[in-house]
């Protein structure tokens, strides 16, 4: 044999792909994933790799197959795995490094991998999009062999499993049983808190179907979203006072940081060798207070000689109290305004520091937001500038309406009721009169107002467990999570139209192997041909 031919087999032979490789790189690459490496990459690098490199052609032809939805289900799987794992690495070394700089760091015994929070969190997603991708294909296809002719006598013999099998929702309900995977995840409060913002969003999104077909025609013009606040910031500020442990610190951090007025802060010139009580301590003396039906207000100041001016358990609240103004007759406004007697002219002061200090911080949240569209802002600046400033001020306008009215609202009520009545759960009715300011917020605070359910709902969950009001049982949060992905697939299934965020219903089809397109506008491209 000559050399060329020998040079020419000895190529034909290093190019070949070997069975065991070639299975492996179908799992791994696809054939559009590879054209393109090899354009960018392998061309660039140094001969004797770019030599033994086959060519796209070759590479295609060899991992071709008459149904690659397998291959592509654990390639995507696999991708979602590495990404988890990846990210979630980094931000326990960000976490560490950063945010914890100068903390003692909690060291924790050596364990295996496989049961670290992170491994497992990240085999539960991608599992969840593996098995979400088979279960719906093989639903899929088994709902329409059933209902060809052939299946016929089939469906005669077995009417109720033909007709759950054949039902529109068969695929999309049964694909979401790849939710029970989430039980790999340790039961703790990231769980939790992803079943509650799953069946919210599932509840939104149902909500839309039932509106788009008419369910809620006739509804009062003022009947909208809004109307969760009410009973939400209810059941906020009374958790806040008196289950705080089974409420989120940041949010009661956020809400003490802006309360000018109610909330009495350390004087510069208060020395410093006497104790002061910490907002935790005046938020403590509040339900105290109430505990103990609102006792009357004894002032130090006209009574010097009295011995004991405050409960004992309240005797924390001292340094407030003891310089009040005589003239106040209620303990809660000693505490929330000792040297204002008027009630009504604290509540409208709140607004004169509250309002400047809400709007610079929504500006500041809104301004980032709208950093995606600076295009429309190039376009026509002032239409745009003046949508943000809208929003501003509706924003501001009720958040700080809803705390300084939940502050002030203890007053109304120490001045219209008896001191023994609902002592406790006034403050309900309180956080519930402050909710009422989300009206000025109805037609675009949609986002807001589930946010602030989502909490709400986690609280009050903590609070009955706590007391006994129902029992947390194994698994209900998982049980939650595939509840409410069934109802979401559905409603994407019936109209995706109702799936009002374009990044869920990306999700979605990610879940179903369409990949990362929005269903809802191939829909309205298609109906828009047709006409």
């Known amino acids: 044999m000559s ?37 960018y990459l392998l061309k660039q690098s140094p001969s004797a790799l770019g030599n033994r490199a086959p060519q796209p052609s070759k590479y295609d032809a060899a991992i071709s197959h008459k149904d690659d939805y397998n291959a592509a289900a654990i390639r995507a799987s ?12 980094l931000w326990d070394i960000i976490t560490v490094q950063i945010f914890r700089q100068g903390q003692p760091t909690k060291v924790n015994a050596k364990s295996s991998w496989t049961k670290s929070p992170n491994f497992r969190l990240s085999i539960s997603v991608s599992l969840i999009l593996f098995l979400h991708r088979v279960l719906h294909r093989f ?22 499993i033909s007709k759950a099998l ?28 992803v079943a509650i913002y799953l069946a919210t969003r599932a509840a939104e999104f149902a909500y839309n179907a039932l509106e788009d077909d008419g369910w809620f025609k006739n509804r009062p013009w003022w009947f909208g979203s809004w109307l969760l606040m009410p009973p939400v910031f209810g059941q906020l500020l009374h958790a806040f006072l008196f289950d705080r442990d089974c409420f989120p610190k940041s949010y009661g951090d956020f809400i ?16 410093s060798h006497l104790a002061w009580p910490s907002n935790d301590g005046i938020v403590d003396g509040l339900a105290e207070i109430s505990r103990s039906n ?46 204002e007697p008027s009630c009504m002219r604290t509540y409208a002061t709140f607004f004169i520091g509250a309002v400047p200090m809400f709007a610079r911080f929504f500006t500041l949240i809104f301004s980032i937001f709208s950093l995606p569209r600076y295009k429309l802002f190039l376009k026509d600046p002032v239409v745009e500038v003046n949508r943000l400033a809208k929003q501003v001020l509706r924003m501001t306008l009720f958040t700080s309406g809803a705390v300084g009215t939940s502050w002030g609202s203890i007053c109304l009520f120490q001045y219209l009721l008896p001191r023994t009545f609902i002592p406790m759960h006034r403050w309900f009715w309180g956080g519930f009169l402050g909710g009422l300011w989300g009206f000025l917020e109805r037609k675009n605070g949609r986002g807001q107002f589930l946010y602030s359910t989502r ?73 828009g041909e047709d006409d």
Not at 10 to 30: E, H, K, M
Not at 145 to 153: E, G, Q, S
Not at 168 to 193: C, E, K, N
């Open 78 to 89: 696999l991708r979602v795995f590495l990404a988890a794992q990846t990210g979630l690495s």
């Open 294 to 339: 609102f006792p009357p207000f004894v002032s130090p100041i006209l009574f010097p000689s009295a011995t004991q001016t405050l409960p004992p358990s309240i005797s924390q609240i001292s340094p407030i109290t003891s310089s009040a103004h005589p003239s106040i007759r209620a303990l809660t406004c000693a505490l929330l305004h000792p040297h």
């Open 166 to 193: 054949t039902a529109r929702l068969a695929p999309a309900v049964g694909a979401s049983l790849a939710g029970f995977v989430l039980g790999a995840y340790p039961g703790d409060q990231f769980r939790l808190t």
């Open 139 to 160: 639903l899929t296809r088994l709902r329409a062999n059933l209902l060809t002719k052939d299946a016929a006598p089939f469906r005669r013999r077995n009417p109720r």
């Open 455 to 527: 909490v709400s709902i986690d609280s009050l969950w903590k609070v009955g467990v706590k007391k006994g009001w129902w029992r947390s049982g194994k698994n209900g949060d998982v049980w939650v999570f595939v509840a409410s992905l069934m109802l979401l697939n559905a409603v994407y299934e019936v109209n995706p139209n109702a799936v009002t965020s374009g990044v869920v219903r990306k999700s979605m089809g990610m879940l179903r192997g369409e990949g990362w397109v929005d269903r809802a506008k191939l829909v309205q491209k298609e109906e």
């Open 256 to 271: 003490l940081n802006h309360t000018p007025n109610y909330i009495q802060k350390r004087p510069v010139e208060y020395p």
């Open 3 to 39: 050399d060329p031919e020998l040079q020419a087999s000895s190529r034909a032979g290093s190019n070949a792909i070997d069975p065991v490789l070639q299975n492996a790189i179908r799992y791994t690459i696809s054939a559009k994933e590879y054209r393109t490496l090899h354009q």
